[in-house]
């Protein structure tokens, strides 16, 4: 049977950036040796660096004066390394989620933290409005897709300091005004690759202005200097980003993973709008395309595990909602074809009419 991967992160890649990575596993272009034993100092490997940063940067429209860094660690030690690079004294963030309050916690390390808004008091079920952003902030930090509560920003918001982005679970499903970020990054395991790489997208004249002493490894100007290979860096998911990002060039860009986007989440969101079983938990305006979030309705909230079995045994992989929401999450990423939307959306309606 027909597997449809809505899993929310490590998640669904176009199969053909598996089967290539895969390839590239047994024998890498050709030499006779596999890209797990090669060094990543080795002529073949440096091509694959610049050519992912250059692809970041066409298919994003990175502006003159960022670099594109690949590293270790995960979205979560960028919550610590952006505060030790970028806050001199005082910081503002949008608490929108589980991640958004993480990142917040490692800032407090190294200064004042002011939490704009939150909507905390709602189990983050809306992305908040309508806040002050202090002018005299070092940056103000958002997280443009909140993968556990299924909300999302959709557009870079306006501020009178620079933006910083976590954008892991969003990235390249839109087009980004990266003029207004000093930093963009992401664990890639969600829209870009598999495990094992982060990247950051950073304004280089902003570096080296915070009045601390910085680990080597965690400062970026480390990373800077040395085009990611300061030390070795992810080499197996590095390549499988690079092939990703092949993979969205040739598929249209940004603007077709946008459109496909919104056309995956208009059909799914209209399903559960319609069925009489199931009920959106976010907020309409802030409805992610990415997770999309939805439970029974109170009167038929004992059909739960029902509904996760038939779906399941439909061939339906990785929506049980996150335990902090309860219900569904499909997570509807870039490589995620409509087909398998409409498979969920079917499997919904048989349910609907068994009942
Ligand atoms: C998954 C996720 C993270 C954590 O990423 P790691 O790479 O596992 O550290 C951070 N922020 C967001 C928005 C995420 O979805």
Redesign the pocket.
């Known amino acids: 049977m027909k597997k449809h991967n809505f899993n929310a992160?490590p998640s669904i890649l176009p199969r053909e950036v598996i089967e290539q990575t895969a390839q590239a596993i047994l024998d890498f272009n050709g030499s006779g040796l596999s890209l797990m034993e090669i060094s990543h100092r080795a002529k073949d490997f440096q091509p694959v660096v610049d050519e992912a940063e250059a692809l970041f940067k066409e298919i994003l429209e990175i502006p003159d004066g960022y670099k594109v860094l690949f590293l270790g660690g995960?979205?979560?030690l960028e919550f610590c390394m952006i505060p030790y690079n970028f806050l001199i004294k005082k910081a503002a963030y949008l608490n929108t989620g589980v991640?958004a309050k993480k990142a917040m916690k490692e800032a407090k390390n190294f200064g004042d933290v002011v939490e704009v808004a939150s909507s905390a008091a709602d189990n983050y079920i809306y992305i908040p409005k309508g806040y002050a952003v202090p002018a005299d902030a070092d940056y103000f930090h958002i997280?443009t897709?909140?993968?556990i509560y299924g909300t999302e920003l959709k557009k870079d918001p306006n501020s009178p300091i620079p933006l910083i982005g976590?954008m892991?679970?969003d990235i390249f499903s839109r087009p980004v005004d990266v003029a207004k970020y000093d930093c963009i990054y992401g664990?890639a395991?969600?829209n870009l690759a598999m495990a094992g790489v982060?990247f950051v997208i950073v304004k280089e004249d902003k570096l080296g202005k915070a009045p601390r002493t910085i680990p080597t490894m965690l400062d970026y100007r480390t990373h800077v200097e040395k085009g990611s290979m300061f030390n070795t860096p992810p080499v197996v998911p590095v390549y499988s980003a690079l092939l990703t990002l092949r993979w969205i060039k040739a598929q249209g860009g940004v603007k077709e993973m946008d459109r496909r986007a919104q056309e995956r989440a208009d059909m799914l969101y209209n399903e559960i709008d319609r069925n009489k079983l199931f009920v959106g938990t976010v907020k309409e305006e802030d409805r992610s395309r990415m997770n999309i979030c939805f439970v029974m309705k109170p009167e038929y909230a004992e059909l739960e595990k029902e509904f996760m079995e038939f779906a399941t045994s439909k061939g339906m992989i990785g929506i049980k909602g996150h335990r902090s929401v309860g219900g569904f999450r499909a997570s509807c990423y870039n490589a995620m074809p409509k087909e398998s939307v409409q498979a969920l959306i079917d499997c919904m309606q048989e349910f609907e009419n068994k009942h």
């Open positions: 992160g995960g979205a979560s991640w997280t897709n909140n993968t976590d892991s679970s664990g395991q969600k982060t």
